[in-house]
């Protein structure tokens, strides 16, 4: 399940945290001025996407590596072409001369998209930052694969590339603790071992073995076909979809590759820099007015949308951009 929020106010900085509820797991789309977002979920992140290195969308960076520093963790960071140029040059503006003595591991592995191609490099403090290319990967669309979500991307013309993104959680195994209850079966370890079963597409029937814990010993109970436990003892929900699109302009390519990686999504987080009367300034300035948002919202047939990053022009009038995104969108 997740949870997704701005991290500012729609006139600030974007970016979009995404929390797995239940797992230390978190993920970010842009990571401009971050500061307000608490360190325990700054140090929750694992993955950070970023749509492109205009300043406002990447300027965060400083203030994620100082939280992170000194702990042990893995990072991966995602972004336009040039990305992996644009996180060494941040990184070689400090000295990290004394590094070499933490004894904690922090690992920046920074994958940029070529065209048909991923190219990453891996930044290890113990190895005071400096970049070690790795093998190139063959992108199909998908950055992430997980055993809970995947990312896919695809690249909008902003002037330059801007990526835009979806989350896909994987379907949701939940537990009928009444049925449960009606078999006769425990509550228990095995259950974790049940949903992992169901999601890796196991036959139906696999052996389950029913177990539990007394007194820290291991009792083995029943073992009972998968098939059996997938028809009377769970549910099977479809994963939620969130999609995050920030600055692109408004041309046919883009509309429709934003309505395809955008389809159906539960939840859509679109930027809405002007209003409709200045969709010439929008053009010109390869942003989307509030109503396009709206109406690319209501063609990709999104549940729900949230309009971020306004032009500084309508502050104080957050509200007509607002409007009419909703306007276009419910249309
Ligand atoms: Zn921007």
């Not at 890796?200 to 109970?221: A, F, H, I, L, N």
């Not at 009377?232 to 990686?261: H, L, Q, R, T």
């Not at 690319?296 to 409007?323: C, D, M, N, W």
């Amino acid at each position: 399940m997740f949870q997704a929020h701005l991290v500012n106010e729609p006139f600030e900085d974007p970016g979009l945290y995404v929390e797995l509820l239940h797992r230390k797991d978190a993920l970010l789309f842009d990571m401009g001025d971050i500061r307000n977002l608490p360190n325990r979920n700054i140090l929750k992140i694992r993955h950070v996407f970023v749509s492109h290195t205009h300043m406002d969308h990447f300027v965060g960076f400083d203030h994620l590596l100082r939280v992170v520093l000194g702990r042990d963790k893995e990072l991966d960071l995602y972004g336009p072409p040039g990305f992996i140029r644009n996180v060494e040059n941040r990184i070689a503006s400090y000295t990290w001369n004394l590094v070499e003595n933490y004894t904690n591991s922090l690992v920046i592995t920074v994958t940029e998209l070529d065209r048909s191609q991923t190219v990453s490099a891996r930044f290890a403090l113990q190895n005071s930052f400096r970049p070690e290319m790795l093998p190139r990967g063959d992108f199909t669309g998908k950055l992430v694969e997980g055993s809970h979500y995947s990312v896919s991307c695809v690249i909008l013309d902003h002037k330059i590339p801007s990526l835009a993104f979806s989350l896909q959680e994987r379907q949701r195994v939940n537990i009928r603790k009444n049925a449960l209850e009606r078999m006769g079966l425990p509550v228990g370890p095995w259950l974790t071992q049940l949903k992992d079963a169901i999601l890796k597409g196991e036959p139906d029937d696999s052996p389950v073995q029913v177990w539990w814990r007394e007194g820290g010993m291991r009792v083995p109970g029943k073992i009972l076909p998968l098939g059996l436990l997938k028809r009377k003892a769970v549910s099977i929900a479809e994963g939620c979809k969130i999609a995050y699109i920030a600055d692109s302009v408004f041309s046919p390519e883009n509309a429709e590759k934003i309505v395809g990686i955008a389809s159906a999504a539960d939840h859509l987080f679109i930027e809405a820099c002007f209003l409709g009367e200045d969709s010439i300034r929008a053009r010109d300035k390869y942003h989307l007015t509030a109503r396009q948002a709206g109406e690319l919202a209501r063609r990709a047939g999104v549940k729900r949308v949230t309009p971020f990053h306004f032009s500084p022009k309508y502050q104080g009038r957050g509200e007509l951009l607002i409007r009419e995104v909703m306007e276009a969108f419910n249309s």
